[in-house]
């Protein structure tokens, strides 16, 4: 840091390069984390983990496994870095349950001036609900303390039900579950979803037989898809068949096992996605006004449209800031021009009060974005007390949290 600071350079921090936006472009010098990963401390009596910024999320279960612990949730993809995940607000789903930010009691980060800064129950612990999730705007985190949970095993239901159905009886479906999401092609009737609970480690485990797995999620999901998306460039006719095709051979299985074997996928098939978190009572609207939209538009999409949930937090850059959330996500295949589609999804987002998330695209300002969280000014205060020379600045900071 003193280097750079003396040679007038930005620095910024990288972990998995997962974003789909250019908040870890380095215009100066480009840290990668690689190197620092590991486990640094556990205590299986407190459940307080302490981790190497740069591990990645899919490593953390086995360092965890010897202390009986677990990650609380997790996001349905495990290859991000802990810290690069927490500092863009990865979430799962589950209304009980806030995103990986919410599990953090402890940061350790480099500062502008190239100290170290501890912030945690005994120091600064104020500081915490804006530096969880930080947009890497603050400082270099190397190490990331968690408060993990007993592990635990899960018992997964995924089945096709008419989409009718699910919106009319969306409430009850997430109150009645642990977690509970679902996905919807576009140019069906049907949603495919994904109902999850939660069982002591104990629990008997019926995992996925390896041959249907491989079938379903490398085969199907990933293999054919992938050919699907590409020849649906050329030829978009074939969309709408396939989607209903897909519907009918894939979500319909029964399974328990470990929970981050339950709660992350693998997906292989390239995309960009957009990502709105809304207040959870605005979920249905927002969800038919982007139906009624692809109607309308005759675009033939074929990506499904997620739809998650998650509990109100205290993080104050948190999508779910202070408010009961619910995540619709709109992805195209990566060959695909997204702009239109996402532009017009991301103005039914913003009728219904959403707030995009900090790691996928969207469109709004500094401007825009002090609108949807009422800490906005307290967090961009804090970033003039640790770094007034915008060390750690780029362009995507520019643009949505000032210069």
């Known amino acids: 840091m003193q280097a750079a600071a003396a ?39 407190t459940g307080r983990v302490s981790l190497l910024a740069g591990t990645r999320l899919h490593r953390i279960p086995a360092l965890l496994a010897p202390y009986g612990l677990a990650m609380e949730n997790l996001g349905d993809i495990d290859r991000q870095s802990i810290s690069g995940a927490i500092s863009t607000g990865t979430h799962g789903t589950g209304a009980r349950f806030g995103g990986l930010a919410t599990q953090v009691v402890g940061i350790t980060m480099i500062t502008a001036a190239g100290e170290f800064l501890r912030i945690d129950e005994e120091r600064d612990p104020e500081l915490l609900p804006a530096a969880a999730l930080g947009l890497g ?22 089945e096709p039900a008419p989409l009718a159905d699910v919106l009319a009886t969306l409430d009850e479906r997430v109150a009645a579950s642990d977690h509970f999401e679902f996905y919807w092609f576009p140019h069906t009737d049907v949603a495919l979803t994904k109902t999850q ?18 079938i379903d999620e490398t085969l199907l999901s990933n293999g054919v898809y992938r050919v699907v998306c590409a020849a649906g460039r050329a ?31 693998s997906r292989t098939v390239r995309f960009r996605e957009m990502e709105y978190a809304l207040p959870v009572e605005n979920v249905v609207p927002a969800f038919r006004a982007v139906q009624s939209l692809i109607a309308q538009r005759g675009w033939r999409v074929e990506f499904p449209i997620e739809v998650r949930f998650a509990r109100e937090d205290d993080r104050w850059l948190s999508t779910a800031y202070g408010r009961a959330t619910g995540y619709i996500a709109v992805h195209r295949y990566w060959r695909n021009d997204p702009t239109e589609y996402f532009g017009a999804v991301e103005q039914i987002m913003l009728e219904h009060g959403g707030r995009p998330h900090w ?45």
């Open 197 to 214: 609970s939660r069982l002591p480690e104990s629990a008997k485990r019926e995992p996925l037989p390896a041959v249907g797995k491989w």
């Open 7 to 45: 040679q007038g350079l930005t620095v910024k921090a990288v972990g998995a390069g997962h974003s789909f936006t250019g908040i870890a472009v380095a215009p100066g010098v480009l840290l990668e984390l690689d190197d620092l990963q590991g486990l640094v401390s556990a205590d299986a009596a």
């Open 137 to 158: 705007a603050l400082g270099i985190i190397v190490e990331v303390t968690l408060q993990c949970v007993p592990a635990f095993v899960m018992r997964a239901i995924d």
């Open 359 to 403: 790691g996928k695209l969207h469109t709004l300002t500094a401007e825009q974005l002090r609108e949807k969280y009422p800490l906005f000014d307290d967090f961009t205060a804090l970033r003039d007390r640790l770094d007034p020379e915008r060390r750690f600045a780029n362009r995507h900071l520019d643009r949505i949290l000032g210069t």
């Open 235 to 265: 030829a978009p006719a074939i969309t709408p068949p396939f989607s209903r095709l897909a519907v009918k051979l894939t979500g319909d299985r029964r399974y328990t096992d470990l929970s981050h074997r339950v709660l992350t996928q």
